[in-house]
């Protein structure tokens, strides 16, 4: 009987930590979508962008973000297309990481061949180099 309760105990364990998780990003989403983080001053800025004038990969990911939560997909695709082709898989994973926290089994995964690692390596390198690049204000960020 002792075996059970400890199982059941560190289960209840798991829910916590994932629940106490999803509140603290539901948490960070009400504040990201009440202020605008291109207007409100205690967003951080990017590191990267502060101490090379460059865009990194992630730059414009807060305010896309932002725009996400206010439905405005287009102005968030504007502000980092990657972001937003990489952000269901991002979501997909973190879904089915909670649910084999909690439950042991996990949604199927998929992308995990290293070919598609590199690949996306690439494609991340590729997009930081040409987000730098001057075309016609294409990558740039407003």
Do not use: D, K
């Amino acid at each position: 009987m002792r075996g059970l309760l400890e199982i059941e105990t560190g289960r209840w364990q798991r829910v916590l930590i994932v629940g106490g998780a999803a509140l603290l990003v539901a948490a960070g989403a009400g504040v990201l979508r009440a202020f605008n983080p291109a207007s409100a001053g205690f967003f951080p800025p990017c590191p990267f962008r502060a101490m090379t004038g460059y865009l990194c990969p992630g730059c414009g990911t807060t305010r896309a973000l932002h725009e996400i939560l206010h439905g405005n997909f287009s102005a968030a695709f504007r502000l980092n297309p990657l972001m937003m082709l990489l952000l269901p898989y991002v979501g997909y994973m973190g879904a089915s990481s909670a649910m084999e926290t909690v439950f042991g089994r996990a949604l199927p995964r998929f992308f995990l061949r290293p070919a598609y690692i590199w690949t996306l390596l690439v494609v991340i390198l590729a997009y930081w180099v040409l987000r730098n690049i001057p075309l016609a204000g294409v990558w740039a960020i407003p």
